[in-house]
């Protein structure tokens, strides 16, 4: 029904809205921002492309994730949901930012607090010996003096105190 014909109807007012929310929402979505508490009505493809959505209205710029409703700060750690969230994002970016590192034998995740660059895996049973400047393995081994030589040697091209 094209929108001439319903003026020309004069069907009353309530009816004529009830007529335009029905046309609009063929193009578009009503987002309500739980910060600003104000709803506006969006492109609907646009809509069902983002995973974050962003208040499109003036004097608000809160952010929110589509599929949990959880706040997204743009300067704070990654959001991961995707249904699920297991926080693999949060805390990769939390690695990035603070410096940490992994361990190349086990994958387990290593923060330096004071000391040398070498580092011996906590993990039981990994026994990987690591530089953690360069982030390179040295030797997997529990053998003292194999530990010693493959040590010096790295240590011998890298820095072994920062």
Known sequence: I???????????????????????????????????LRTAFVNRNEYQEEAIITCPLPGCDHAWCKTCMQDIDFGGPLHSCNGSDDGSDELASLMHEKGWKVCPGCQTNIQKTDGCNHITCPSPGCNMHFCYRCGQGIIQSVLTSKVQNAVSEHYSACQFFE
């Open 2 to 36: 094209e929108q001439s014909l319903i003026e020309q109807m004069h069907i009353p007012q309530k009816d004529y809205e009830i007529f335009e929310q029905t046309m609009l929402s063929q193009h578009a979505i009503p987002v309500h921002c739980l910060k600003c």
